[in-house]
Nanobody, 121 residues
Framework: QVQLVESGGGLVQAGGSLRLSCVASGSIISIYTMGWYRQAPGKQREFVATINSDGNTDYADFVEGRLTISRDGAWNTGYLEMNSLKPEDTDVYYC???????????????WGPGTQVTVSS
């Protein structure tokens, strides 16, 4: 019913920048919170940033002003602007959308397949 497609990951040198995108499509009635998370092999997925339907944002402490979450006016595309990247930012990054689909009265969280970000020192 819902598909999330991520793009923008890749290899970058320390101090460089990347912009991740995530597009949601399908039988979508409404979209609430959109977020980005990251996960390293063998570790738990950790919170990076969220933006809610009012445009309010929340960031993990490690972001330190280097990452910015945003979404487009249609609400079905989210972005993560990543600047001043560090080797420790190397992870698989996942987007998530809290969505209510056609035929449902409830919203649930959908996840993208993940995009690899690698920062070389």
């Amino acid at each position: 019913q819902v598909q999330l497609v991520e793009s923008g990951g890749g290899l970058v040198q320390a101090g460089g920048s990347l912009r991740l995108s995530c597009v949601a499509s399908g039988s979508i009635i409404s979209i609430y919170t959109m977020g980005w998370y990251r996960q390293a092999p063998g570790k738990q997925r950790e919170f990076v940033a969220t933006i809610n339907s009012d445009g309010n944002t929340d960031y993990a402490d490690f972001v330190e002003g280097r990452l910015t979450i945003s979404r487009d006016g249609a609400w079905n595309t989210g972005y993560l602007e990543m600047n001043s990247l560090k080797p420790e930012d190397t992870d698989v990054y996942y987007c998530s959308f809290e969505i209510r689909v056609r035929g449902s009265f409830l919203h649930r969280t959908y996840w993208g397949p993940g995009t690899q970000v690698t920062v070389s020192s």
